[in-house]
Structure formats: C-alpha cells, structure tokens
C-alpha cells in the first residue's frame, strides 16, 4: 500500500483555514481517498491539553515555553496520528504544523529560528508536509474576520504589529520553499478560494 499524503493548513488568525478544511476533507473524500482531519496544537490527547495551556488568556508563558509546549505537542501528534494514517495510506489533513511555529513564534514573538530549527531536526526529522497551503490575508482583514466570531484566545488577543510580524514570517516561507507551499488570496470571496484549493489540489494530485 502506498503512503498518503500530508496536507496542512497556514495563516494568520482570521484567514479562514478552517471552512477550507472542512471543504478539502470533502472534496478527498469524494476522490475515494481516506482522510484524517486534525490540528494543532492537539490531535492527540496529551496534545489538546498543551493546547487547552497554550490558548489560556489567564497564563502568561516565556516565548521558549511556548515554542517547547508547541514542539511537545507535535511529537506526540506525528507518532500517535500522522505517521500511522500515513502508513495506513490515509490522507491527513492538519490545520496548521510546523510553519505556525517559525510564524508565530520565530516571526510574532522572535524567537530565535535556529532554536526552532534545532526543535524541526529534533521532532520530525527530515519529514515534511507534501503541500502547505498558506491562506493570505492583510492583518486587518484577519482582525475584521475573528472579531466577531468567539472570545480571542492567548494568540488572538496579540496587538497588530504580532500579526504583521506573523504574517510577514509566512511570506518569508513562502518565499523559501516554493515548492511545497503554494500561497492562496484569502481575501476573495469564498467560492474563488474553493477553486483556487481546487485547482492547486487537482494539478498536484489527481491529473492523470
Ligand atoms: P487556530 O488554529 O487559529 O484555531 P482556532 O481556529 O480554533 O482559533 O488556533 C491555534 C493558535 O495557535 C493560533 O493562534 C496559532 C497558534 N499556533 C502557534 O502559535 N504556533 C504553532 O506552532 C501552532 C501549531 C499554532
């Protein structure tokens, strides 16, 4: 049986990975694969309580802490979830991996990349996704879009210049691994970004 493959989801708060989630799990899925739909922080047990940690408004943390915490949580998510369904043969699908971290924590509160990069080696490895797909949008569209929708938890209730700093750092990975990560204008109405996660997914995976 062959390996699946490995999806993830990027973008600042507010960019809308998450109704393309649950649309790419659907549009797998009515391609015959198997998908595993997941996230991070969490996808395990262990994982959703560092992440129950992590979002907590009431905590304060140190940057390395954090990225630790985060680090901490993937190692178990690829032993328990990821590399199992893809030895299965399954397709996961994860809102969010590693690139969050040299966003959020590398970009937004400017830890170190080497320490990040160290943790990368460490964790995982030369494994990595075989697409990113990184939903771009301004900061204040970000802003405007989860404003309204729950309470900001510990990530949402950063300032702006977080924000430019987080997403300024995705670009910059954009820019770096063109190959695997193919940026998407989340600012268009959400039909033309179904087509354009569409098209990208139709070309890499399913042309005969
Ligand atoms: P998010 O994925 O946006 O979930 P929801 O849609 O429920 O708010 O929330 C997770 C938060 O965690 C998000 O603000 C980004 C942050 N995060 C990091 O800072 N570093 C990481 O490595 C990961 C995976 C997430």
Known sequence: MSQGKFITLEGIDGAGKSTQLAWIADFLQRRGVNVVVTR?????????????LLLDTRLTMHP??????????RREHLDKVIFPALARGDWVVSDRFTDASFAYQGGGRQVNSTKLENLEQWVQGVFQPDLTLYFDVSVALGQQRTASIKPADRFEQEQTEFFQRTRAAYLTRVEKYPERIHLIDASRPLQKVHEAVRDTLEILFFQK
């Open 64 to 73: 390395e802490t954090e990225v630790l915490l985060m680090f901490a949580a």
């Open 40 to 52: 991070e922080p969490g996808g395990t047990q262990l994982g959703e309580k560092m992440r129950a």
